[in-house]
Nanobody, 118 residues
Framework: VQLVESGGGLVQPGGSLRLSCAASGLTFSRYTMSWYRQAPGKERELVAVITSAGGSTNYADSVKGRFTISRDNAKNTVYLQMNSLRPEDTAQYYC????????????WGKGTLVTVSS
């Protein structure tokens, strides 16, 4: 199983980025997908979650109204559209997939770095 994130980079405050996470080796439609982030010196935190069919999403309060999680089950890919980025959004962003039936089965990507700075 592989989860491969892409789309990170350096962006100015107020800018936008779209992260992608391509999954392989699993039945993607059977996994709840999430984005987490970890800033230097801080614990990893949940940013956004989307259910297996994409019918429900949830967000951390800090990103509500600015970030949007979506998925394309035909492409085995989950996205995170990030708008109105702030310096405090700077972090390594990780993709996570958790099996909807067996929660102990979950996978992580290696992350992609997002830096928000002028």
């Amino acid at each position: 199983v592989q989860l491969v994130e892409s789309g990170g980079g350096l962006v100015q405050p107020g800018g936008s980025l779209r992260l992608s996470c391509a999954a392989s080796g699993l039945t993607f439609s059977r996994y709840t997908m999430s984005w987490y982030r970890q800033a230097p010196g801080k614990e990893r935190e949940l940013v956004a979650v989307i259910t297996s069919a994409g019918g429900s999403t949830n967000y951390a309060d800090s990103v509500k109204g600015r970030f949007t999680i979506s998925r394309d089950n035909a492409k085995n890919t989950v996205y995170l559209q990030m708008n109105s980025l702030r310096p405090e959004d700077t972090a390594q962003y990780y993709c996570n997939g958790r099996n909807t039936r067996w929660a102990s089965i979950d996978y992580w990507g290696k992350g992609t770095l997002v830096t928000v700075s002028s």
